[in-house]
C-alpha cells in the first residue's frame, strides 16, 4: 500500500537532517502504530506522506505510484479535533467532500450514515462547542473517514483526552477498523495505546533515522482490554518502554 | 441588563454633577447644563433633523462605505501575497501617525466645499484602522486548520471562502463598530473645517454665536446617532456570529 524509498527529509531551519534513506511500508489494511521520542520526526512522516512538505530525496509510492501522481490516497486526523466553530456537525464531516465536488445529495447520506455508525446522528444540527471531547474526535474522525481515502493518518488523536475517554475511544477506534477496513497509521507515545490497538508497532529510535525497528504484536483481532494483562504482553511493553529510554 | 447597572447609575451621576457644576456657573456660553442642551436640540429639531443631519450622514456613510470596501480589498490582497504585504503594510502603519485633521484644510483647498473633501477626512481617519483590523482577523487563522484543508485538496479560493472569512468575520465587525463613531467624528470635523451645511458646520455657527447650548446640541445628536448605529451593528453581529469565544 504505502512505501518510502530512500527519503532524506530536512526543515530548512534545522541544521541536522531528520531521516536519511528513510525506508518502510505499510501493506494494505493494516493498523500500525508508530511510537517514538517527542520531536523526533513522527508527524513528519504524516506531512511527507500528505504533501505538506517534499522530501529533499527517494519517493513516497502508494501502490507502486508515486504520490505526486495521485490524489486522495490519504486522510490525515490531527491531535486537536480541528472542527470548524462555525460550522455544524453535518458541515463539519461534510467539508472534504464538498471540497472534492461530491453531489449534495451523496454527501447527505454518506454523512448520516457514519453518524448513525458512530452513534451520533441525533448531533448532526448541533455545533462543536455542544459536544464532549471525546464525542468531537469521533467526529474528526467520520470526517477522515468521509475524505475518501484508502489510508488514514491518525495523529495522536486521542492524547488530549482524559484517561477514561481515552480507552472507550481506543476500543471504539478498532471497532470502526474492523468496520470500515481502511488501513490506519497510528502515531502515539502512549506504548500501551501502541499495543492495545496495532498489528505492527514501529520505533524511531536514532537521530537522524534511516528505518524504524519492526515489532508485531502477539495478538489476534478482536482484542480485549484483558489481553494486555497476558505476561507477553506486560513483557513486551516494559521491552518497548526500554527501547524509547536508550 | 444587571450587569449594566453600575454605568447607568455613574453616567446619571455624571450627567447630574455637570448639571449642577453648569447651575453654579450660571453662564450658558461657558458651560451649558445638559437641560438647557435639551431644550435648545427641542427648539431646533426640525432644522437639525431634517438638514444638518442628513448631510452629515452622507458624508459619514460615503466614508465609511468606501473605507470598508478600500480596506478589506487591502487587507485580502495583502494577506493573500507577501510582496504586496511587505510593500504595503509598513505605509499603511506609518500613515497612522499623520494627522489627518491637521492636513484637512488642504482638502477644502482641493475639493472645495463639496462634499468629497469631507468624505476624504471621513476616509483618511477610517480606513487604517478597518484595514489592519480585518488583516489582523486574516492572519489569525490557524495554520494547523489551513494545512488540514489543504489535505482535503482546498485550492486558495476554498481556504479563504471556507476558513479565513469566517476567522476574519469577528474582527470585520470589531472594525466596524470601531469606525462608526471615527467616521462621525471626521465627518464633524471636516464640517468644521468648510462647509455649508452639516451638525459640524451648525456647530461651528454656533460657536461664533457665543451660543454653548447650541454647540452642543448637534454633538449630543452626532453621539445618540453613534450609539444607536453601533447597537444595530452589535445586535447584527449576535445574530451572525455564534462562535467568537473559542477562536
Ligand atoms: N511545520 C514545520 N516547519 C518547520 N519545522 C518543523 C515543522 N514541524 C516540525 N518541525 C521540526 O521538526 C521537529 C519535530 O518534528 P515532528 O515531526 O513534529 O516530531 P514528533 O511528531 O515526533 O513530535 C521540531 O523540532 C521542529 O524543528
Ligand atoms: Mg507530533
Known amino acids: ?246 | 441588563m444587571k450587569k449594566n447597572m453600575p454605568a447607568l447609575a455613574l453616567g446619571i451621576f455624571l450627567v447630574l454633577l455637570w448639571q449642577f457644576i453648569a447651575m453654579g456657573i450660571d453662564a450658558a456660553y461657558i458651560l451649558p447644563s445638559p437641560l438647557q442642551i435639551l431644550v435648545k436640540l427641542w427648539q431646533l429639531k426640525e432644522i437639525l433633523l431634517l438638514v444638518h443631519l442628513p448631510a452629515t450622514m452622507g458624508v459619514t456613510f460615503l466614508g465609511l462605505l468606501i473605507s470598508v470596501v478600500l480596506g478589506v480589498f487591502l487587507s485580502v490582497i495583502m494577506d493573500s501575497n507577501k510582496n504586496i504585504e511587505n510593500a504595503l503594510y509598513p505605509i499603511i502603519i506609518a500613515s497612522q501617525t499623520i494627522p489627518t485633521t491637521a492636513i484637512a484644510p488642504l482638502f477644502v483647498l482641493w475639493f472645495g466645499y463639496s462634499i468629497w473633501s469631507k468624505v476624504l477626512v471621513t476616509i483618511l481617519i477610517t480606513f487604517f484602522p478597518i484595514a489592519i483590523t480585518v488583516y489582523d482577523g486574516l492572519k489569525s487563522t490557524k495554520r494547523e486548520m489551513e494545512e488540514l484543508l489543504i489535505t482535503y485538496g482546498a485550492n486558495k479560493k476554498d481556504i479563504f471562502i471556507k476558513l479565513k472569512f469566517p476567522t476574519a468575520l469577528p474582527y470585520f465587525f470589531s472594525a466596524i463598530k470601531m469606525a462608526i463613531p471615527m467616521s462621525i467624528i471626521g465627518a464633524a470635523i471636516a464640517e468644521w473645517l468648510g462647509a455649508q451645511s452639516g451638525l459640524g458646520y451648525f456647530s461651528k455657527r454656533m460657536m461664533t454665536q457665543l451660543d454653548g447650548a447650541g454647540v452642543f446640541a448637534p454633538v449630543v445628536l452626532l453621539s445618540f446617532v453613534a450609539m444607536i448605529s453601533v447597537a444595530i451593528i452589535n445586535m447584527i453581529e449576535k445574530k451572525l456570529i455564534t462562535w467568537r469565544k473559542e477562536i
Open chain 1, 1 to 246: 500500500m504505502l512505501e518510502f524509498q530512500n527519503v532524506s527529509f530536512q526543515y530548512a531551519q534545522d541544521k541536522q537532517e531528520m531521516m536519511k534513506d528513510f525506508n518502510f511500508s505499510v501493506d494494505k489494511g493494516d493498523f500500525i502504530s508508530i511510537i517514538g521520542k517527542s520531536g523526533c520526526g513522527k508527524s513528519t512522516i504524516f506531512r511527507l506522506i500528505n504533501g505538506l512538505e517534499s522530501p529533499q530525496k527517494g519517493q513516497i509510492l502508494i501502490d507502486g505510484k508515486p504520490i505526486q501522481q495521485i490524489k486522495q490516497y490519504s486522510a490525515f486526523m490531527p491531535q486537536k479535533d480541528l472542527l470548524f466553530p462555525w460550522n455544524t456537525i453535518e458541515k463539519n464531516i461534510c467539508l472534504p467532500m464538498e471540497l472534492q465536488k461530491v453531489p449534495k445529495k451523496e454527501q447527505q447520506k454518506k454523512c448520516y450514515e457514519v453518524l448513525k455508525e458512530i452513534g451520533l446522528l441525533e448531533y448532526a444540527h448541533k455545533y462543536p462547542k455542544e459536544l464532549s471531547g471525546g464525542m468531537k474526535q469521533r467526529i474528526s474522525f467520520a470526517r477522515t473517514l468521509l475524505a475518501g481515502a484508502e489510508m488514514l493518518l491518525l495523529d495522536e488523536p486521542f492524547s488530549a483526552l482524559d484517561y477514561l475517554t481515552r480507552v472507550d475511544m481506543q476500543e471504539w477506534l478498532l471497532q470502526q477498523w474492523l468496520h470500515f477496513h481502511k488501513t490506519i497509521l497510528f502515531i502515539t507515545h502512549d506504548v500501551e495505546e501502541a499495543i492495545f490497538l496495532s498489528k505492527f508497532v514501529f520505533i524511531i529510535k536514532d537521530s537522524p533515522f534511516c528505518c524504524m525497528e519492526k515489532i508485531e504484536v502477539p495478538l489476534q483481532y478482536p482484542r480485549k482490554r484483558e489481553d494486555l494483562k497476558r505476561t507477553e504482553i506486560v513483557e513486551l511493553k516494559e521491552q518497548l518502554i526500554k527501547k524509547l529510554r536508550q
